[in-house]
């Protein structure tokens, strides 16, 4: 994994059956100490239409005209520009605006509008909420609160419990040393496991699925038909 050549340290991937990964990251807390393991946290940071949305409530900017604002704004941006406030209230070079309904309501009398769009854009970018990383885990040889900040947030796999989670997101954790582990939980396991019950209930059979022969004619046959929707 380490060489000269690779700069970012090696995160370890291991896929799970989505039913169990809850089991085995219990397991892994329980191996090697509750206060060594930790989530990664995720931040939602407030887009260009949430920015709108979440000040125009608080301007009390009629609902109907918030989402015409939003809804003017343009799917895509000429030469590759960003979708955000600033882009969306520039002026194209042939002196027209890229959205000119958002500049009419900069310019507005009306201080609810003007405000909507001012303190819109102070606010695009910022952190608005909080979530948990989809597969992202750590494991510490000791605390993890002895290396960095550490947070709790609702446990995704037991609603009833609270779980630990780093404060920094996964984008800067590599740089504190900790190595990132990724536990997946994969729909598709869940669902071959769900097929083997049920071929056993309907039919009878008993399906190992570790030792299903790879060679079988009529399925190499739908294969070389292009027939291959739900497999």
């Known amino acids: 994994f380490l060489n000269p050549d690779r700069i970012s340290l090696p995160d370890i991937d291991t896929d799970f059956d989505d039913d169990g990964r809850g089991k085995v ?24 239409k949430n920015s709108i949305k979440d000040v125009a409530r608080v301007e ?17 941006l000429p030469d590759g520009m960003k979708p955000n406030l600033k882009n969306y209230l520039s002026i194209l070079p042939n002196g027209t605006p890229v959205c000119a309904e958002l500049h009419e309501a900069e310019a507005s009398a009306d201080p609810k509008e003007s405000n ?6 102070m606010l695009e970018g910022t952190v608005r909420s909080t979530g948990i990383h989809a597969c992202g885990f750590i494991i510490c040889r000791d ?10 947030a609702d446990d995704p796999d037991f609603p009833e419990k609270k779980t630990a989670v780093t404060q920094y997101d996964g ?6 040393g900790l190595i990132k582990m990724d536990f997946l939980g994969l729909k598709t396991l869940s669902e071959m496991k769900e097929c083997v019950r049920i071929i056993k209930l309907t039919t ?19 294969y070389q038909e292009g027939k291959t929707v739900g497999t």
Not at 60 to 76: E, T
Not at 171 to 176: G, N
Not at 204 to 222: A, Q, V
């Open 25 to 48: 990251l219990n397991w892994v807390m329980d191996k090697y100490g509750h206060e060594n393991c930790a989530h990664i946290i995720t931040y939602g940071t407030m887009a260009a």
């Open 171 to 176: 984008h800067v954790i590599e740089s504190t």
């Open 60 to 76: 009390k900017l009629p609902l109907s005209r918030s989402n015409a604002l939003c809804k003017a704004m343009p799917d895509r």
């Open 116 to 121: 909507t769009i001012k303190y819109a854009r």
């Open 204 to 222: 009878g059979d008993e399906i190992d699925l570790d030792n299903i022969p790879i060679d079988d004619e009529l399925t190499y046959k739908l």
């Open 143 to 152: 605390p993890i609160s002895d290396h960095v900040p550490v947070s709790t």
